[in-house]
């Protein structure tokens, strides 16, 4: 069994993980796990329990920008680099073209609640 990580070499991992694109993702997952079976170890496995969405209301008055929040608390199981294009383009709608609040909140909560279906199915494919 090998020593435990330190906590400052897991944030110089993910900080690494997350500034690199897909594929260059999976060419350091694979790296790692060619590193894990030469070390006599197994793969770890992906978490397949599903996590539930944690209960936030949402409050009768809300800013896009506290919705953007508020789902990021309730969805925090889901990657934030999948959701940002999508978000970024509803807040924009938002800020720049003068949609209203309302009906890009109504938006965002489709569009979070639609990646938890695929975080789901995902999930659940493994199985």
Known sequence: MHPRIAPA????LIKCLRALGPAERDTLLAFA?????????????EPTVIRQPNPVPRP?????VGAIKRLSQ????????????ETSDLMSAHVLQ???ASDVIDELEALFARHYQDYRARLAAQD
């Open 33 to 45: 796990e060619f590193l894990t079976e030469r070390a006599g170890g197994q793969h770890p496995a």
């Open 60 to 64: 009768e008055s809300e800013s896009v």
């Open 74 to 85: 309730r969805y925090d199981m889901l990657e934030r680099d999948a959701l940002l294009h």
């Open 9 to 12: 070499d897991e944030r110089r």
């Open 98 to 100: 003068g949609r209203a």
